[in-house]
C-alpha cells in the first residue's frame, strides 16, 4: 500500500476503535470475494493503457473489492481501477485528484519499460512459489537492482515474497 492508503486506512480503523490487524482480516476476507486476480486486473489495465505496472493496490470502492492498478506510459503515470468482483476484467482509468497527485518515482517509471520479467511473470513465479495468491505487488528499485515485492494471501495470511525484476528468480519468501 502507498503510505497515504496506510494513513488513511490507520484513521479509519481508528475511528472505528478497530486494531490495524482486524483491518487486515477485514481486507483479506474482502480479497477473497474477489473473482478478478491481481494478473488479470493487470493485463486489463496495461491494454487499456499501452503502458507497464508499477504497482497494484487491493482496495474496497463503493463496497466492492478493486484494485488500483498504476502504470508507467513514458514519463507519465496514470491510474486504472479494476472491479475485482466482477466476473471479468475491465480497466477504467481514474482520473480523480489523487489519481492526478500520486506519481511513481521516475527510476521505477523506467525499470517498468526496460525489465525483462513483467508484473504478471514475477506474481506467477510468487504465487507458485508461495502457493499463495496475490494481493498487491509494486516494483521498487535500489541501486541498480529492480525487485517485485508481491504481498499474497494463503491461508487467510499476509506472506510476502520478492522477484528479480532482471531474472525472475524468487529472491525471498
Known amino acids: 500500500m502507498r503510505i497515504s492508503q496506510i494513513k488513511c486506512a490507520a484513521i479509519a480503523c481508528a475511528s472505528v476503535m478497530l486494531t490495524p490487524a482486524l483491518c487486515l482480516a477485514a481486507d483479506v476476507t474482502l480479497f477473497n470475494t474477489a473473482k478478478v486476480s491481481l494478473n488479470d486486473a493487470v493485463m486489463a489495465a496495461e491494454k487499456a493503457s499501452g503502458g507497464k505496472a508499477v ?21 507519465a ?7 475485482a468482483g466482477a466476473m471479468k ?18 527510476k521505477e517509471r523506467v525499470a517498468a519499460q526496460i525489465a525483462p520479467v513483467s508484473m504478471t511473470s514475477a506474481v506467477s513465479k510468487a504465487e507458485s512459489a508461495t502457493g499463495g495468491k496475490a494481493i498487491e ?3 521498487e528499485t535500489s541501486g541498480k ?23 525472475g528468480d524468487v529472491v525471498k519468501q
Open 55 to 75: 504497482d497494484v493496490d487491493f482496495t474496497k470502492e463503493k463496497d466492492m473489492p478493486t484494485f488500483d492498478v498504476t502504470i508507467a506510459r513514458g514519463d
Open 77 to 83: 503515470t496514470e491510474h486504472y481501477t479494476v472491479n
Open 89 to 106: 476484467a475491465m480497466a477504467v482509468q481514474n482520473k480523480g485528484l489523487l489519481a492526478k497527485l500520486d506519481h511513481e518515482p521516475k
Open 137 to 139: 505487488a509494486e516494483l
Open 145 to 167: 537492482m529492480a525487485t517485485y515485492e508481491i504481498e499474497l494471501v494463503k491461508n487467510g495470511e499476509t506472506i510476502k515474497s520478492k522477484v528479480d525484476a532482471a531474472s
